[in-house]
């Protein structure tokens, strides 16, 4: 803290900051970590640090050489990556999982956002992440996002600074989209579509009798139940789920599934069910191997032909590039509720 004043011509982390990374890393082990931007916190980093690396310039601040000039700086757990973070975090190979990020490079917009972006992917679960600055707009906009996402739980707002942990929610995928899925974008700005809520809020009152009509007429011809596993079973890594069924024409059944803390799902056994003679079987993986303990649920669901093809492309797409994103819970036919059942994995 004494030796922050001279360190960075445009301010550096306060003292209750630098007190705070101390606090949260101070008795654990950090293997490797990673800061944009250098001051105080690169000082305090290579002794926290068994390999610290910094991704900043040496400008205007002159705050890389003052941090080497510095009698408390240890060079041989801290390597530079000198240049703007916009190419150079790009170009870096993370060879190894984080257990410690600070974000505080440049503040003009987008480029905390793109930091978090190259960064975020390779924190691991407990890895604690700061973002410095909170009180400028463009890094308070990264700050309310991470405060909803699953990702990340908020630990403390020490000064301008948030402290987060990752948690052990999986990893949203950065090649993807699923903008649905985070926490941040489930409040949608209606003053932009207040035109087409109001016709949704009212359209129902007119549909409310056809819908009714339908469920009587066609109800019948419409039922899914899952007969496996039973309700609280317990499961392996993979299963196989069997039901009956009786679904109209012009519409599929499709499994799903998800850990029962994650609100994404992903669709199951390659394809929509087969059903023979009212009967139909498909395979199920539940997680990864780190899920053992967690509970799973399932649900069998019948769609239309557009929904139908939808998830036909998401599993066409995950065969071509390798990534399976979680999906929203799919709309299914008016008549057929989704038949939902809850598993625990207890082997890998």
Known sequence: MEARDGLHELGTLAPAVLKAIAGHLGSSRVRHSIETGSGASTLLFSHLSEEHKVFAMDTVSSSISAVRASHLFRAATTTFIEGPTQTTLPAHVFEDTLQAALIDGPHAFPFPALEYYYIYPHLEPGALLIVDDIQIPTIHDLFRFLKRDAMFELIEVVGSAAFFRRTSAPSFDPLGDGWWLQGYNRSPRWRYSWKGRAGNAIAPLFRSGAAAFTRAVFGRQCQVEITSP???????????????????????????????????????????????????????????????????????????????????????????????????????VAVSAPAKRTVRKVRH
């Open 230 to 332: 039973e309700p609280a079973a317990e499961t392996g890594a993979e299963g196989m789920v069997i039901g009956r069924a009786n679904i109209p024409a012009g519409t599929h059944l499709w499994l799903l599934a998800r850990r029962k803390d994650v609100a994404g799902w992903w669709p199951q056994g390659g394809a929509a069910a087969e059903i023979r003679h009212g009967e139909w079987s498909l395979p199920v993986r539940y997680g990864e191997p780190s899920d053992a303990g967690k509970e799973f649920e399932i649900a069998a669901v019948v769609v239309d032909e557009h929904t139908h093809h939808r998830l036909a492309q998401w599993v066409e797409q995950g065969k071509r590039t390798g990534h399976h994103s979680p999906i929203a819970f799919p709309k299914t």
